[in-house]
């Protein structure tokens, strides 16, 4: 049988290390953290948010799930950026694919994992409501082409959730942003799905697709 020592002993390294290169850093993670960003991001290992975009704990407000899928009907996600937008005051709100993403690749395929496959189907009908662009792309170029439409996809339905529309109907400062991440480089791209409020939603989101099927594959 396994035991965490190992990682309580990495722990303990991190933690002396953080403080000496940092002093009073844990002290100040004391007080009510202010994160400026949220990021919503696959909970694929290789793609650890802080590390990404080299931001320390605090810095940045963290919700994971399995090909980074954002749905009305998910309460854990809602909650949780209405916790990020209203409690935190986040100033910008990021959906983050990833190339070499295992759930969109099952989507993209109809595999049948089994219970996720209920989940990859929102997956799924992204892949059917963008089929054209799809199926005439190279075929080693689709699944990259699903992860970008599909983190365009989840950035819309965070704009159409209560709690953006909610959240800039009062004026509140928050942005929207879609962005996929390479494991091959460790590069961020910018999708340009950018928003910023409750004007111009779809148009934002067909120009974002349109860009999508224009880039060069």
Known sequence: MSDLNDLFARNRNWAAEMERSRPGFFTSLLSQQKPRYMWIGCSDSRVPANEIIGLAPGEIFVHRNVANVVVHSDLNALSTIQ??????????VMVVGHYGCSGVQAALEGARIGLADNWLRHIQDVRDHHRAMIETAPEHARANILCELNAVEQVLNVAQSTVLQDAWSRGQDVTLHGCVYGLHDGLLQNLH??????DGIESIYREAVAAIGRTPR
């Not at 916790?83 to 910008?92: N, P």
Request: charged fraction near 30%.
């Open 193 to 198: 799905m950018r928003i910023t409020g409750n």
């Open 83 to 92: 916790f990020a937008v209203e409690r935190l005051q986040v100033k910008d």
